[in-house]
Nanobody, 126 residues
Framework: VQLQASGGGLVQAGGSLRLSCAAS????????MGWFRQAPGKEREFVAA????????YYADPVKGRFTIYRDNAKNTLYLQMNSLAPEDTAAYYC????????????????????WGQGTQVTVSS
């Protein structure tokens, strides 16, 4: 499985960005995919995930109502639409594949994801 994240950049507070994660290999046959982020000096944290069965999505509380995770099967691509961006959203964003398991709490830990993209930087200016 190979993942290529893109779409990051510099945006003013209140603006929007859409991140993409192009996947190759056996990705959509797994449990799902997610986005994590890591700000300087902080640990990597969960942002959002999508479970392939039923297309159910999970979100971290700070991004609920602002971010939307979705996929395009035809393009084998995962997206993260980010609206109303704030300076605290500044981080490197990583996409990842979750190979198995669909238990609720398993979606929120990076340790349950098996393949990772290289990260794309998002910087939000105030």
């Amino acid at each position: 499985v190979q993942l290529q994240a893109s779409g990051g950049g510099l945006v003013q507070a209140g603006g929007s960005l859409r991140l993409s994660c192009a996947a190759s290999g056996r990705t959509f046959s797994n449990s799902g995919m997610g986005w994590f982020r890591q700000a300087p000096g902080k640990e990597r944290e969960f942002v959002a995930a999508i479970r392939w069965s039923a297309g159910y999505a999970y979100y971290a509380d700070p991004v609920k109502g602002r971010f939307t995770i979705y996929r395009d099967n035809a393009k084998n691509t995962l997206y993260l639409q980010m609206n109303s961006l704030a300076p605290e959203d500044t981080a490197a964003y990583y996409c990842a594949v979750k190979s198995d398991g669909t238990g609720y709490y398993t979606w929120f830990s990076e340790h349950n994801y098996d393949y990772w993209g290289q990260g794309t930087q998002v910087t939000v200016s105030s």
